[in-house]
């Protein structure tokens, strides 16, 4: 695949070029800036969707986290469904609308826009501004996603654990208004940066498929508990906060559950000093344990120690009996299980314990085929997962290259009103 460098040098000059043309002819003394408020023909609110009434058919909806967390700067198919007519008071939208998620956590995320290009009318939830409009879809929501109009969106709010935002503040919003044919050209453009990354994530989605298909396995394979190919099964444990000594120039890795991302742990964040190990449930383990997280929002996820190292107590340490199973087919295995763990959770954070962990059921084929599989999953876990070379790099190298082109193009002079 050609670098995204090579891919604008190739057509950035005439790109500019046809861009500078266009304003020179259709907009030569500028282009004009305009609110949401001047260029919107309708503002409403949507109307609650619980979780409970969301379900595998039905019509088309959206909630307002998935436009944090599902959707970019376009989509044009639902991933929920709800029943129409259990919805009371239902509020839709159609081809071209711009909606804005107007609670989240973080202020400088509030009013995350999205543009809804399906031709099915869609419900949408509570915490949603809809904004009917009739500019060129595709443009708005890469005008709407600009650094400058999201510091617009932010200005003004309150930091706490939730932040709103409403229609009021939502049409104050400015973005660049050029002509047709110049916004058409800019979609163009940033459409090839997107293409690009949908590929990469892609591929993403290939090592998925692949670790599904190679760790699923006949009846002809016996299967055990983890506990069965363990050694040792501990959890670890938290020295007092209180106590300066337990953690002041401490020398000893100290892993806590944020640190466990399906990765490879060659250090950790912070340490503990020797008085700490002593007078805590805190204990040493070997290298290339699988360590399981079973704390809340962590719950589920795993990784493997290089260095020997203590954890804190949400941490499940699986020391792997080497005569029975390889360390990387376990971590393999326990993270293709990431879903079905999680549903294990228990009580309000849905936490898992050492006990669940301990008897969920593991495949365990001969030495050699586990090798088979640990060899192929290693070579795409590197390409997918290695933060300096892998794909999530090549991705963020992309993403940040997309946000500077997308910010420039749609930086334009602004025509004055004199």
Known sequence: ???????????????????????????????????????????????????EQIQSSGTPCVRYG????????WFDKCVSFADASKISNGKFIEHGDVIFAIT?????????????????????????????????????????????????????????????????SIKEISIPVPPLPVQQEIVRILDTFTELEAELEARKKQY???????LSFDNNTG??????????????GTPLKSKNSYYNNGTIPWLRTQEIIFNNIYKTDKFIT???????SAKYIPENC???AISGATAGRCSVNKIPLTTNQHCCNLEIDDNKALYRYVFHWISCQYEELKSLGQGARSDLNVGIISDYPIPVPPLSEQQRIVDILDRFDALCNDLTSGLPAEIAARRKQYEYYRDKLLTFKEKSHE
Not at 274 to 280: M, R, V, Y
């Open 1 to 51: 695949m050609r670098s995204l460098m090579d891919l604008l040098k190739e057509n950035k000059e005439q790109a500019g070029s046809k861009i500078d043309q266009l304003i020179a002819e259709l907009c030569p003394d500028g282009v004009e800036y305009k609110k949401l408020g001047e260029i919107g023909t309708d503002f409403y609110r949507g109307s609650g969707i619980t979780r």
């Open 66 to 73: 998935e436009i944090y967390t599902t959707y970019g700067v």
């Open 104 to 168: 989240g956590e973080k202020v400088e995320d509030i009013a995350k826009s999205t543009v809804y290009l399906g031709e099915e009318k869609c419900l949408v939830g509570g915490d949603i501004v809809v904004m009917k409009h009739k500019q060129y879809p595709k443009y708005m929501g890469y005008a709407l996603s600009t650094t400058a109009a999201q510091l617009q969106k932010s200005q003004g709010k309150v930091k706490s654990k939730v932040v709103h935002s409403n229609v009021p």
């Open 208 to 214: 998925e498929y692949y670790r599904v298909n190679l």
């Open 223 to 236: 299967v055990v508990r983890i506990k069965d190919i363990c050694s040792k099964i501990s959890s670890g």
């Open 274 to 280: 020797e008085e700490g190990l002593k007078n805590s």
């Open 290 to 292: 699988v360590i399981v």
